[in-house]
């Protein structure tokens, strides 16, 4: 199977790969471990047993959890050339027109019927089917697919992909932020490859992988944290290349205002080595400490390439996406923004918003200052049956975005001789 | 209907993978800031200071900003006074207040492709930034990505996409009047972003994007989109992508979405995104008298609220995404 030249490999999915697993609109982040089961949708199976396939492929849970690739031609079932009614005024709605039992559908299932023969058979056995009309038949079909299948598509990671997931299963983890919202703070920063971005969220680090995704791996991106580490599970979901990762650095907030101030201290301070003769016994402790030296060190460095990154205060985006409320936020870390850059704030709730436009607007140093929230609304499309769906997702969030301004009027290096050349014009 | 039978031709000015001449670009490996450097400010890449050439918004007030060509010796006429481009601007940092000759100022801003949206001359119905967010999010659009679009329009999407795909992704755009497909060329020069995009001046419908199998994403904004999918298909990737119909009317997104099935199109998805601005503004609220009482001493409460415009924009139209799988 595998060629010396597969044109194929980098479309095919490798152990230690971060997926997401699909079926219909259901999502689900999991890394390709060997051995390691997955659960998705009440059912346990082995994603590494899809190793080797293509991405996008579809399988079929097979017994035992294996995963086998399912035929596309599979997919279709025969819905063509039935008998069909033209209303549903005969129709009782009785509950006994199917004639299977769930014990008969669980022994077909026992059997090892694949979901299609099932709901064939459920067809079959169903009294009023043929007095449907095909629409009807449609969507009973559909609905029995939506419960019998027993298929799962691995897709390889996307901001789009996730949003959508985290949207759908923890809505609770990213502030409930719906994907279009998410889609509008990405484009409103600006964000493109190259630039300095300075992130601060609590959405389980999807926020942030979004903004790595954008920029591709060049540029820099800079977390700012609350607390004691930066949360990133999100960002491992996204399967980054490894020297995405050398984009990324992080800052712990508790340290924003002695940067401000100039006050913070990043250089090297080794405490004086402690020569002399450890005892034998003393040599675990001594390698422990080394190694936490080592950690510390580790960290002081990572602290200092992100103050340096930021002192200069010349970043070009700003995203908000927490939990915190954004007013604080928003004005402590504006002031690491040049001038003429978009900044962009999400909050679930409109009011701590509202708060940040009078503050900004008091301040000073911004333009362009918007309140916004969208409305999506999906629709189903097919022949004489297109509508919008029928539930549509209440709540996204609020946006609010602007653009930095210089705060004082900054003296231009040629400003003085022009000045002289417009006074001596006036003469 | 038509007229005449729009030729192809090809508007390539460079080769579309090397970077323009000064620009090194290469993925974050060297500095430690890892920014590509660009001679100049472009609409995919910052600069501080404001330069000759260069494309910036003056900013004059809420809802008031236009688009200004800095040229050394230049002026530009406000209702605050004239700008002189080589005193007041050039060498300047973007984003500064500069005073005009009666008094009054403005603030000069880098430009962005959202700016740009909003400030453009209008050859064609544009699209908006909430429909351009929606649609680089669900296209999956990111560095290095190469996409098609038609018809190119004012070329309001056409500098999103720049934005996003830049510096190693490419941009074929496709517009079937020969104006608009000259004067596109010219602001992606302008722009200082032409070694990113290819236009051609073709009928999508009939003679496709002009490339094939190297697409990752193809966006139509046509009037008759279900024309143009299998040139879309053709166009994409051998191992799949992403396509995106924009198109006002449900008529033309129901056989849309046939013929992307009869395509072996999957995962069709049709939505409409709608903005709301809220306007955030204090309003008082007269309090009751109901006779004497200490203990209500005001006579009214500020509120500090956001209110919705009287009318808001209620349709641009309906966004359908769709994948295609590997074939």
């Not at chain 2, 501080?48 to 809802?63: K, N, R, S, W």
């Not at chain 2, 492709?113 to 296209?139: F, G, K, S």
Request: glycine letters at 8%; aromatic letters at 8%.
């Amino acid at each position: 199977m595998a060629d010396n030249v597969d044109e194929d490999s980098p479309d095919r999915i490798k152990a230690g790969d971060y997926v997401v697993l699909k079926r219909g609109d259901i999502f689900k982040a999991v890394q390709i471990q060997p051995k390691k089961k997955a659960m998705f949708e009440k059912q346990w199976f082995l994603p590494d047993t899809a190793v080797g396939q293509l991405y996008g492929s579809t399988f079929d849970v097979a017994p035992g959890g294996i995963l086998q690739p399912r035929k596309p031609k599979d997919t279709e079932g025969s819905t063509d050339a039935n008998e069909a009614g033209t209303d549903n005024r005969h129709i009782l709605d009785d509950g006994k027109s199917q004639k299977l039992t769930r014990d008969d559908i669980e022994i077909l299932k026992g059997q090892g019927l694949k979901d299609q023969e099932i709901i064939q058979q459920l067809v079959d056995n169903s009294s009023t089917f043929r007095d449907k009309t095909k629409y009807a038949q449609d969507k009973y079909i559909k609905k029995k697919k939506k419960k019998y299948e027993n298929t799962v598509t691995i897709l390889r990671p996307s901001c789009r992909i996730l949003a959508m997931m985290y949207h759908g299963r923890e809505p609770g983890k990213i502030c409930h932020m719906r994907y279009d919202m998410l889609a509008q703070m990405l484009t409103l920063a600006n964000i493109h490859a190259g630039s300095k971005v300075l992130v601060f969220e609590t959405c389980a680090g999807l926020v942030l992988g979004s903004v790595m995704e954008r920029m591709g791996g060049y540029g820099s991106v800079i977390q700012m944290f609350p607390g004691g580490g930066p949360v990133r599970a999100g960002v491992e979901s996204f399967g980054f290349p490894a020297h995405f990762h050398d984009t990324l650095h992080e800052f712990p907030i508790c340290h924003v205002n002695a940067l401000l101030a100039g006050t913070l201290d990043t250089a090297c301070k080794d405490p004086p080595a402690g020569r002399g003769q450890c005892p034998y016994f003393m040599f675990f402790f001594y390698f422990q400490a080394q190694e936490r030296k080592v950690k510390l060190e580790e960290k002081r460095k990572k602290l200092a390439s992100a103050a340096a990154l930021l002192e200069g205060r010349n970043a070009d985006g700003l995203v908000i996406a927490s939990r915190f409320h954004p007013c604080p936020v928003l004005l402590g870390l504006i002031q690491f923004l040049s001038p003429s850059r978009p900044f962009v704030v999400y909050s679930q709730y409109k009011e701590p918003l509202i708060e940040c436009f009078t503050k900004l607007k008091e301040r000073g140093g911004t333009v362009n200052l918007r309140l916004t929230d969208t409305w999506l609304r999906r629709y189903q499309v097919l022949p004489n049956r297109t509508h919008p769906l029928l539930l549509m997702s209440g709540a996204g969030g609020f946006i609010l975005s602007g653009t930095t301004v210089a705060v004082d009027d900054s003296k231009p290096a040629n400003s003085q001789r022009a000045e002289e050349r417009i006074s001596s014009c006036l003469v | 209907m038509r007229g005449t039978r729009a030729r192809a031709t090809a508007f390539r000015s460079r080769h579309p993978r090397l970077p323009a001449n000064g620009c090194s670009v290469e993925p974050a490996q060297t500095s430690r800031d890892r920014r590509p450097t660009v001679l100049a400010m472009s609409f995919v890449e910052y600069s501080d200071l404001i330069q000759d050439g260069d494309v910036a918004i003056v900013y004059l007030g809420p809802e008031s900003m236009m688009p200004v060509k800095v040229k050394q010796g230049a002026q530009t006429q406000t209702r605050y006074g004239v700008i002189r481009h080589s005193s007041d601007l050039i060498g300047r940092r973007y984003g500064s207040k500069v005073t005009c000759s009666k008094g009054g100022w403005v603030y000069v801003l880098h430009m962005t492709p959202e700016l740009w949206t909003v400030n453009l001359p209008h050859r064609t119905q544009i699209l908006y930034t909430t429909d351009i967010a929606t649609i680089t999010m669900m296209l999956e659009l990111k560095p290095g990505a190469v996409v098609c679009e038609s018809g190119t329009g004012s070329g309001s999407l056409s500098h999103a996409i720049l934005r996003s795909i830049a510096p190693s992704g490419h941009l074929h755009t496709v517009e079937f009047h020969q104006q608009r497909a000259e004067k596109a060329e010219e602001e992606f020069k302008e722009h200082r972003v032409d070694r990113l995009v290819t236009v051609r001046n073709q009928d999508v419908c009939k003679d496709g994007f002009g490339v094939t199998g190297v697409a990752d994403a193809v966006f139509l904004d046509i009037p008759s989109p279900w024309e143009a999918v299998r040139h879309a298909k053709a166009a994409m990737k051998r191992q799949g992508g992403r396509v995106c119909s924009f198109s006002p009317c449900i008529e033309q997104v129901q056989k849309t979405c046939e013929a992307l099935v009869d395509q072996g199109f999957e995962e069709l998805s049709t939505l409409e995104v709608l903005l709301r601005v809220h306007d955030v503004r204090t309003v008082y609220l007269p309090l009751p008298d109901f006779g004497p009482d200490e203990t209500a001493p005001q006579t009214s409460v500020a509120l500090k609220t956001t209110t919705l415009p009287r009318e808001m924009p209620g349709h641009t139209g309906y966004l359908t995404f769709a994948t295609k799988p590997r074939t």
